[in-house]
């Protein structure tokens, strides 16, 4: 079992130390620092992430030359917003590893299984937009059921994974409290977050009436509440300007994990430990609040922005 022997490493990584050292650094001699301390931390979770965000360009090119729609949205918009999404969360939590010092077990673990995870992710969603198709929901025929369910058992094995650093990070002490609380806050908010997404698989009410006679349903699931999926959405995000839409409060739960440690380290650098700490706890809670009103509102049908 793992204990606090370690505490005092925790504090030569101290983040306001550390970045007090590198701030007469140039730009590229940071970026240069950060990376190498990602890749200490964890080498096939930072090369798996660095992948992902350089596969931003061959998916740029797509949303070049692909004239195809899918869902009403370009066909190779929707793997190049996975690709960056989770290629930031990969490198996000490497960062978080960076401060785990007394959990090296559980960082290899979690470690292996992320970066498994969002490559076979990032993957078949690029697989079922070359052929033309829907990743998610898409039970249409057996290689598209297939591949949604694998999606599906792929992400449940990840996010109770990421429960395992959400635990060390409630054990884990820290130099700077209000880091650590920044950190506790933000893992646990990203797991309620990435658990709402379970909302979007169960099948709606005309999914369900459309099944056919053989018992088969080609869409199960939808993140639009109140109408089908596809409808009018705003600009990149694709969030219905119509109805409710489940993937609003979904990605402001995933992102709290760089939002709060941000605050902290950025916000509220340079006040007292105490202010810090409160000023911590009270962006935590307003964030709880704003994640609570997004779900309750798009679980009423009600869109984000209405426009027409």
């Given amino acids: 079992m793992q204990t606090f022997a370690h505490t005092h490493h925790a504090r030569t990584q101290d983040p306001l130390t550390s970045a007090s050292r590198v701030s007469t650094m140039t730009t590229t001699s940071r970026l240069s620092v950060l990376l190498a301390r990602l890749w200490a931390a964890d080498r096939l979770l930072t090369g ?41 969360y990969s490198l996000t939590l490497a960062w978080v590893f960076i401060y785990l010092t007394d959990w090296p077990r559980s960082r290899r673990i979690v ?12 993957a078949i969603i690029a697989l079922q937009a070359a052929r033309g198709t829907t990743s ?14 694998i999606m599906g058992i792929a992400i449940f094995v990840q996010t109770f994974a990421s429960v395992a650093v959400a635990t060390a990070l409630w054990r884990q002490r820290f130099a700077d409290r209000a880091f650590g609380w920044a950190l506790r806050l933000g893992m646990t908010m990203t797991i309620v977050g990435a658990l709402t997404g379970g909302l979007m698989t169960r099948p709606t009410d005309a999914q369900l009436a459309g099944v056919s006679a053989d018992g088969r349903i080609a869409i199960a699931g939808a993140h639009t509440v109140g109408a089908p999926d596809g ?22 739960g995933l992102h709290a994990i760089q939002v709060l440690p941000l605050l902290t380290l950025v916000a509220f650098r340079g006040r007292r430990e105490q202010t810090r700490v409160r000023l911590t706890l009270s962006a935590a809670l307003a964030y709880v609040l704003l994640f609570v009103a997004l779900l309750v ?8 922005v209405a426009l027409g």
Avoid: C
């Fill in 297 to 304: 509102q798009a679980l009423r049908g009600l869109p984000l």
């Fill in 111 to 122: 470690g292996r299984i992320t970066a498994v995870v969002i490559l076979v992710e990032v």
């Fill in 136 to 149: 998610h929901f898409n039970f249409g025929a057996p290689l598209d059921a297939v591949l949604f369910s």
């Fill in 48 to 88: 798996s992430g660095l992948f992902l965000l350089a596969l931003l360009v061959p998916m740029a090119f797509g949303l070049l030359l692909d004239p195809r729609e899918i869902g009403g949205a370009p066909a190779w918009l929707k793997p190049a917003k996975f690709a960056l999404s989770l290629g930031i």
């Fill in 231 to 252: 409808g009018p959405g705003l600009p990149v995000t694709g969030w219905s300007t119509r109805y409710g839409d489940l993937r609003v409060a979904h990605f402001v």
